[in-house]
């Protein structure tokens, strides 16, 4: 059974930084892509970030130079590294993977973690 664990949301002040993970079971990461999404209330789902097996990435322009995905073999867990939050970083973040992304944008996936609040406000 897939099993996609994140961790490490929290409140955080504006300009601060987070680090959040995302634990997998059930199958080996770098054999597949692994994407960060983010969805803030009343609004829709948005890919925050992409790693690809062959460990390209990509971030889309509202969390570049912000926001950096990783992967660590050996842990089977995939990193977001948060920088210089923002009050419009505020959303529960998923990880998801057995899917698409890329510079082409995020197409569907088919695991899902269970999502980590991340609160960005002073």
């Known amino acids: 059974q897939v099993q996609l664990v994140e961790s490490g949301g929290g409140l955080v002040q504006p300009g601060g930084s987070l680090r959040l993970s995302c634990a997998a079971s059930?199958?080996?990461?770098?054999?597949?892509?692994i994407a960060w999404f983010r969805q803030a209330p009343g609004k829709e789902r948005e890919g925050v970030a992409c790693i690809t097996p062959n460990i390209n990435t990509y971030h889309p322009d509202s969390v570049k130079g912000r926001f950096t995905i990783s992967r660590d073999n050996a842990k089977n867990t995939v990193y977001l590294q948060m920088n210089g939050l923002k009050p419009e970083d505020t959303a529960v973040y998923y990880c998801a993977t057995n899917g698409v992304c890329g510079r082409n944008g995020f197409g569907h996936f088919g695991y899902w973690g269970q999502g980590t609040q991340v609160t960005v406000s002073s």
């Open positions: 059930g199958l080996t990461l770098r054999t597949y892509a």
